[in-house]
């Protein structure tokens, strides 16, 4: 189905926090002990204004954007599982 799958760059969680999708830059990967320190690391980036683009246990469980998008749409920011 090739580029017909990414129909979005940005899905929103249940309480409005917009999560980027379709990462086309190079990618650095930090290793954290919890979910809480990596959305610490993705607030400090965001505090120094630079753009951060997350991956997502939804962004594993399916490779469709749509089906990313309704599944975190449905969880409260604090709910999302970043890896």
Known sequence: MGKSLF??????????????????????????????????????AQDSELEVATFTSEMISTTDDSKVSAETANKMHEEIDYL
């Open 7 to 44: 129909l979005q760059d940005v899905v929103t969680t249940k309480d409005d926090v917009d999560i980027k999708l379709n990462i086309q830059h190079a990618i650095m990967i930090k290793e954290v002990e919890s979910n809480q320190k990596t959305g610490e690391l993705i607030q400090k």
